[in-house]
Antibody, heavy 121, light 106 residues
Framework: EVQLVESGGGLVQPGRSLRLSCAASGFSFDDYAMHWVRQAPGKGLEWVSGISWTSDTIDYADSVKGRFTISRDNAKNSLYLQMNSLRAEDTALYYC??????????????WGQGTLVTVSS | DIQMTQSPSSLSASIGDRVTITCRASQSISSYLHWYQQKPRKAPKLLIYVASSLQSGVPSRFSGSGSGTDFTLTISSLQPEDFATYYCQQSYSTPTFGQGTKLEIK
């Protein structure tokens, strides 16, 4: 069974940093692209960033480009999101998501339960 | 970015009803359209990918159709567990989602 468990969320002040982690199990992690998708409270879904299986291809939404960095450690079956210069509008539940493909085809096949990031002073 | 517009935004229906949700893209996206179901306080679940392919384990009462700019998700006979919010998403370019359709019990 595919399991994706996010951690690292919390309350942080504007301008500060936070690092999210996602522990994957139940599938060959190094065979698939991975993504972060977020959902602001009571709002819809927004794709944030994606990374291919080899980390060769990395994409970001314009809203986070230059502030967020996605990475993965295939040896540890883990996905990360380093979030810098956080803003109030980054407040959301952040989901770790497994792609259907090895390169990013953006078919979001499996989702974790999310970790909540709240940016507030 | 490609804009995705769903209609209606909310919908009331009864058990056993046939329900259709539509999704329109701001430009042609071929068949790169996917549908998700999200229940309250739960993560989204992939139902349909590339417009009409049923994800493994999803009941056959769910179906999808369309290509280009106009797509539909149909639930042939509503079951109690189908009341949820549904999102479409395109993967033709930088992925974007529709605003969601909340399906409620009449």
């Amino acid at each position: 069974e595919v399991q994706l468990v996010e951690s690292g969320g919390g309350l942080v002040q504007p301008g500060r940093s936070l690092r999210l982690s996602c522990a994957a199990s139940g599938f060959s992690f190094d065979d698939y692209a991975m993504h972060w998708v977020r959902q602001a409270p009571g709002k819809g879904l927004e794709w944030v960033s994606g990374i291919s299986w080899t980390s060769d291809t990395i994409d970001y939404a314009d809203s986070v480009k230059g502030r967020f960095t996605i990475s993965r450690d295939n040896a540890k079956n883990s996905l990360y999101l380093q979030m810098n210069s956080l803003r109030a509008e980054d407040t959301a539940l952040y989901y770790c998501v497994k792609d259907l493909c090895s390169t990013s085809c953006f078919y979001f096949q499996h989702w974790g339960q999310g970790t909540l990031v709240t940016v507030s002073s | 970015d490609i804009q995705m517009t769903q209609s209606p935004s909310s919908l009331s229906a009864s058990i056993g009803d046939r329900v259709t949700i539509t999704c329109r893209a701001s430009q042609s996206i071929s068949s790169y359209l996917h549908w998700y179901q999200q229940k309250p306080r739960k993560a989204p679940k992939l139902l349909i990918y590339v417009a009409s392919s049923l994800q493994s384990g999803v009941p056959s009462r769910f179906s999808g159709s369309g290509s280009g700019t106009d797509f539909t998700l149909t639930i042939s006979s509503l079951q109690p567990e189908d009341f949820a919010t549904y999102y479409c998403q395109q993967s033709y370019s930088t992925p974007t989602f529709g605003q969601g359709t909340k399906l409620e019990i009449k």
